[in-house]
C-alpha cells in the first residue's frame, strides 16, 4: 500500500510564491519519476512538470523560468517551488509517481490534489 499525500496550497496573490509537497510512504522499493499536473475549473489536468530518476525534468513552457521541481529521495518526496505566480495559475495541484513497490509491482499513484489560487 503506497500513500501520496500533499502540503503547501493555498491563497497568494500574483507574483507571491508557493511551495508545495508531496511525500509518499509505505510500500516503496524504488521511484522511477515524480511529477506535477494541475487541473483549473472547465479544464483538462495538464502537466506541469516531470522528473525522472534518470535526470530528465520537463516543464511545460507557462511555468518554465517560474516553477522548479526538487526532490529529497530519502524522504520519497517532491516539492514544486513556484514564484512570480499568475491568476492563470489558479489551479488543483496533483503530484503524480511512478514507483515500484517491495513487492516489485510498477504502478503510478496519485496525491489527492490540493488547491492553489492566486488573486490578481
Known amino acids: 500500500q503506497v500513500q501520496l499525500v500533499e502540503s503547501g496550497g493555498g491563497l497568494v496573490q500574483a507574483g507571491g510564491s508557493l511551495r508545495l509537497s508531496c511525500a509518499a510512504s509505505?510500500?516503496?522499493?524504488?521511484?522511477?519519476?515524480m511529477g506535477w499536473y494541475r487541473q483549473a475549473p472547465g479544464k483538462q489536468r495538464e502537466l506541469v512538470v516531470v522528473?525522472?530518476?534518470?535526470?530528465?525534468?520537463n516543464y511545460v513552457d507557462s511555468v518554465k523560468g517560474r516553477f522548479t521541481i526538487s526532490r529529497d529521495n530519502a524522504k520519497n518526496t517532491v516539492y514544486l517551488q513556484m514564484n512570480s505566480l499568475k491568476p492563470e495559475d489558479t489551479a488543483v495541484y496533483y503530484c503524480k509517481m511512478e514507483l515500484v513497490s517491495t513487492y516489485w509491482a510498477q504502478d503510478t499513484y496519485w496525491g489527492q490534489g490540493i488547491q492553489v489560487t492566486v488573486s490578481s
Open positions: 522528473t525522472t530518476s534518470g535526470g530528465i525534468t
Open positions: 509505505g510500500s516503496i522499493l524504488t521511484i522511477n519519476s
